[in-house]
């Protein structure tokens, strides 16, 4: 059973999620072709410390950096590198904050430079299902309203959605109960109570939906290779509508933000 949020936690992720909202931005005023993925990285530590918190990624499990830098064909967990950005490339910046004990969690994929149709296309399904889903977490609902909602949207465009990540609950600990998969079925899996704090995060692939993992343990890549996508807000669900508490407004009102 998750325990729903108080008012009080909910405004302490609040917090969190606005920070990470605008780390992402910071990260989007960097992408460009010539700049590498350590530099997205550093400013995004940078940022997240200037702002008196802590960047919840680095050595969670073991990982070796502040955030995600997933290119390509890597869908979620890219180690930032001495990889250079080119044009035509996809860059997912996954970030995670800690802060006055609460969690924050969301990420964006950025197009460097201009990028082919398809790929275009690719940001903007994944995009769109992220608020599809978001529509379908209203109290009362189930989990598989969620996985449902981004799945057949995903799929009526002839992409498929990776089904070994999920989103999750998030509040003291980073990943909490539910699990909230990209998929399913309406009317299946736990309930989706007001007050409950979850992250939606579509993870697409333009190709097929396999994956495997990466000799470093850590990046998951498309088996075929294909360009995959991944966007993730946190939202609490209410009665009615679930309300947003990230956003990618700080991105997508900032004219100097290639989105
Ligand atoms: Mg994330
Ligand atoms: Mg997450």
């Given at each position: ?36 993925t350590k ?16 960047p919840s ?57 201009e990028v ?144």
């Open positions: 059973m998750v325990k729903p949020k108080t008012e009080e936690e909910i405004e302490l992720l609040r917090e969190n999620a606005i920070l990470v909202s605008k780390t992402l931005a910071e990260v989007g005023k960097t992408v460009a072709p010539g700049v590498s530099e997205l990285n550093r400013v995004a530590e940078t940022f997240i410390r200037d702002n008196g918190a802590i990624f680095l050595g969670f499990e073991g990982f070796p950096a502040a955030i995600c830098v997933s290119v390509n064909d890597v869908v979620v967990h890219g180690f930032p590198s001495d990889y250079v950005l080119k044009e035509g490339d996809i860059v997912t910046a996954d970030i995670g904050t800690l802060y006055k004990g609460y969690n924050g969690d969301s990420a964006y994929t950025f197009p460097v430079g082919s149709a398809e790929t275009r296309r690719l940001l903007d399904v994944t995009k769109a299902s992220l608020y599809k889903g978001i529509e379908a977490a209203v109290a009362g609902g189930r989990v598989g309203d969620i996985g449902h909602a981004v799945q057949s949207y995903v799929e009526s465009f002839g992409f498929s959605v990776v089904r070994e990540l999920e989103g999750h609950g998030i509040g003291r600990e980073m990943h909490e109960n539910p699990g909230v998969p990209n998929f399913g079925r309406r009317g299946q899996g736990p309930k989706l109570v007001d007050g409950m704090t979850i992250c939606i995060e579509p993870m697409v692939n333009a190709g097929g939906r396999s994956v495997y993992l990466d000799r470093n343990g850590w990046a998951v890549h498309t088996a075929d290779r294909s360009n995959a996508a991944h966007y993730e807000l946190t939202v609490v669900v209410r009665h009615g509508h679930a309300e947003q508490l990230s956003t990618f407004d700080y991105i997508e009102k900032d004219p100097k933000i290639n989105f």
